[in-house]
């Protein structure tokens, strides 16, 4: 792959490890397209300092038209990987859940993404290179925590592989799923109830990841190291 062709779509970029994804790529020669909904102060840093090599991009996916003004947007660049961070998190638990909430869940964290997914595969395979990375959530193996129902459901889903998927690694294009263990990100301050020290305790290994140990494995996963990983769902969660 030539250096000006390394491109990458990342979405849900001003997460913890969404901001330290896009900063690994672009410090590793990258052109990086973020995606964002809000909080992207730490994003705008990052351009100050890569002005020509990170492409903001916002878009809030709850909304029904949002898919297609992305779509737009995104159209004429030549992206070549594709990483999904989107962690949208409601705080409802399975006994109170609905279907407009669940609907909302499955569309920001799953739906939408499955979609953006499938229009960049004609520019992959004609440039015989592509790389698709999921990220999931080790609450999918154990049924989602108290109030995050829709979450785990919506990531459970992103584990789910296209069977056409799978035929495009003779092209040279791999497709895979990260589920990720526990992070001491801020994503967990929005989760209602949840003892951080009683989840710790839960991991055989007895600590949080560190966000560079999930950042350096969607590195490779999702760039030109990764040449010969595909259609499977790697966990990287402590021996939970």
């Known amino acids: 792959m030539k250096e000006k062709n390394k491109t990458i779509l990342i979405l849900g970029g001003s997460s913890d490890i969404g901001i330290e994804t896009t900063s690994k790529f672009l410090s590793k020669g990258w052109k990086v397209i973020a995606h964002f909904n809000t909080n992207n102060n730490s994003l705008k840093k990052l351009k100050k300092i890569y002005s020509k090599e990170l492409f903001l991009i916002p878009a ?12 737009k ?13 989107i962690g949208y998190i409601d705080n409802i638990s399975y006994q109170k ?7 909302n869940s499955l569309q920001i964290n799953s739906l939408i993404p499955i979609l953006i ?20 959530s080790i609450g ?17 889903l992103l584990e789910f592989s296209p069977s056409f998927i799978k ?22 301050k929005k989760i209602k109830n949840k003892n951080l020290n009683k989840r710790i305790n839960l991991i055989p290994i007895k600590r949080a990841a560190k966000i560079n140990e999930i950042t350096d494995m969607i590195f490779f996963l999702a760039s030109e190291k990764n040449s010969y990983i595909s259609n499977e769902t790697i966990t990287i969660a402590g021996g939970e």
């Open 167 to 188: 035929k495009l690694t003779q092209y040279n294009l791999l497709s895979n799923v990260l589920r990720v263990g526990f992070v001491k990100t801020k994503i967990h």
């Open 73 to 85: 947007k995104i159209k004429k660049f030549n992206i070549l990987s594709f990483v999904n961070l």
């Open 117 to 136: 997914q499938k229009s960049l595969l004609k520019n992959m395979k004609e440039k015989k290179f592509g790389r698709m990375l999921h990220v999931s």
């Open 140 to 156: 999918v193996k154990y049924g989602g925590g108290e109030n995050t129902f829709n979450y785990s459901l919506s990531k459970h």
């Open 97 to 103: 859940t609905s279907l407009i909430p669940l609907i």
């Open 60 to 71: 809030n996916f709850k909304k029904r038209n949002a898919i297609n003004l992305f779509f």
